[in-house]
């Protein structure tokens, strides 16, 4: 029992998020064991106990990082679930395109973290195209253009006119929010043209957005909610929100 445990833990050091199912079929015991587990994990601080598994429980120095813009620490076991399941969309060899969305992060973290597929990564994104740089496995694109946002990424015209010269197979963008009434949405005119041309080089569109997205105002729109292929997002998504997309026949993703 403490064997199994000590390797939930390193399974949350490795992932920051487990799975009750996952680890049920890992250690070839019954799920109730598991749960029993995180549950007597979780009394002792070790992990957080959450609906169907466990996420890690991050120390200060662990939520700071290299980088300062605030957004990218905001939600952080949510966008990491997140990416985790927009990697499995991705084929060996595939083009992609990837924003400067702070989930679009994770997603280029966990591309570099995982060599048995090599990407080919088209970015506009400073801080992704960091992550990736020299990553054996991974062939980096930077759009250029003039360097903008707290999240650092090129925008403007120039780097409308560079994104135009790409053709790929998928883009991963994220988004301000998603309203059911007008579509996906954007905080300001430059990224809502960005991520238009963005969405005009990919052959297919997935949109990454924690739960938190979902509701509220808007300033500039994307696009309708059905001129992408997927939208993935956490499981802390309301049923009232899950309902809705059903009824509005969009091509919700939970993780």
């Not at 109730?32 to 169907?52: F, P, S, W």
């Not at 990424?153 to 006119?161: K, L, P």
């Not at 993935?232 to 009232?240: A, P, R």
């Amino acid at each position: 029992m403490e064997e199994r445990r000590n390797e939930i833990l390193r399974e949350l050091d490795r992932k920051g998020r487990v799975k009750v199912t996952d680890l049920s079929k890992e250690f070839g015991c019954s799920e109730v064991t598991i749960r029993n587990d995180i549950k007597a994990m979780d009394i002792e601080g070790l992990l957080k106990r959450t609906h169907g598994g466990a996420v890690k429980i991050e120390t200060g120095t662990e939520a700071k990082g290299k980088y300062s813009a605030e957004s990218i620490y905001r939600n952080v076991v949510q966008k990491k679930q997140i990416a985790e399941a927009a990697y499995e969309f991705l084929n060996d060899r595939d083009t992609i395109i990837i924003d400067d969305a702070s989930t679009s992060f994770y997603l280029a973290q966990e591309i570099k973290n995982h060599p048995e597929k090599r990407i080919a990564v088209v970015t506009n994104s400073l801080i992704a195209g960091n992550e990736l740089a020299g990553v054996g496995h991974v062939e980096l694109f930077m759009i250029g253009g003039y360097v903008t946002g707290h999240l650092a990424a090129t925008m403007g015209d120039v780097a409308i006119q560079n994104m135009s010269k790409f053709h790929v197979d998928k883009a991963f963008i994220g988004v301000h929010s998603i309203n059911f009434n007008v579509g996906l949405t954007s905080i300001a005119t430059p990224q809502m043209e960005v991520k238009k041309a963005i969405m005009k080089a990919a052959e297919k569109v997935y949109v990454l957005a924690d739960s938190s997205k979902f509701g509220g105002g808007y300033l500039s729109v994307i696009c309708p909610t059905n001129e992408v292929d997927k939208i993935i997002t956490d499981d802390g998504v309301s049923k009232e929100d899950i309902q809705k997309a059903k009824e509005l026949d969009i091509p919700l993703v939970i993780a």
